[in-house]
């Protein structure tokens, strides 16, 4: 697999596909999505349960008419961030880079699941207000059973900066956990301090509500992603507390995960 590079003009042809509340700047339309600062929640370049390999088919953009610097860091599972290196290259105007394996080959040879964070700057190197960056995101793997083809699930990416200061509590509804399906929550912390997170999931079914919850420790600039156990079956509801209050704009997800097939879905 290789990365592409690509001309954001293609866009003019595909304008139905977007908001009709989206800005439009020299006859290109710019998505609600596009802003200086993208979260993408989870990525991955790692095995899976259950024989599947995720990796993530990334497109990032660059929607402005005119050369931008872009910063991407990488916020792995497990592991404080900061002292990683970050990537850093300038996107022509009005381009795009896509890669069916981003964390492998854009951020040069990582591994393992993690968030990955993109973010405009001046040549300077200080934050830059005006950049339009816009990313789409799947997580995907080859089919476990062996059959031809792949299983996918999109992992929206999202504007930073958005959650109020102090938003401490989180709720997903939708997915589901069965014997067929299992359950993965988490959460990314990108501030610079270790913040301590509660997670309570409750299934509901037949038999009626099981509750169970328990706290994760995240470190610094990093994520973490655990697999829910037990034994309910039924349709899930999940609460993200941010115990200490000081993760700043920090992200929350589950997902359902067939565990024959490997497809999936997310919240």
Do not use: C
């Amino acid at each position: 697999m290789r990365h592409t590079l690509f001309a954001a003009a293609f866009l003019l042809s595909v304008s139905l596909t977007v908001s009709t509340s989206a800005q439009q700047t020299d006859d290109l339309f710019i998505p609600q999505g596009a802003a200086p600062r993208v979260i993408i929640p989870v990525a991955g370049n790692a095995g899976g349960a259950n024989g599947t390999y995720f990796r993530s088919d990334i497109s990032l953009l660059n929607l402005r008419d005119a050369t931008q610097r872009v910063l991407i860091y990488w916020l792995p599972q497990g592991v404080a961030g900061p002292s990683l290196a970050v990537r850093e290259f300038d996107m022509a105007p009005s381009s795009g880079l896509s890669s069916e394996d981003f964390v492998n080959e854009v951020l040069q040879g990582r591994t393992g699941i993690g968030s990955i964070e993109i973010v405009g700057v001046l040549p300077s190197g200080s934050f830059d207000s005006g950049a339009l960056l816009h990313a789409t995101s799947r997580i995907w793997t080859p089919r476990p059973d062996g059959s031809p083809g792949t299983m996918s699930q999109t992992f929206p990416a999202i504007v930073g900066d958005q959650t109020p200061p102090l938003s401490m509590v989180k709720t997903l509804f939708g997915q589901r956990r069965t014997s067929q399906y299992r359950l993965n929550v988490g959460m990314n912390n990108p501030s610079d301090n270790s913040q301590i997170f509660r997670v309570t999931v409750a299934i509901s079914g037949t038999g009626g509500t099981e509750t169970q919850s328990f706290e994760v420790t995240v470190q610094p600039r990093s994520m973490e992603q655990r697999l829910v156990g037990g034994t309910a079956s039924g349709t899930v509801q999940v609460i993200f507390e941010d115990i200490g209050g000081g993760a700043g704009d920090w992200q929350a997800w589950a997902s359902s995960i067939d565990n024959q097939s490997g497809d999936a879905w997310s919240q």
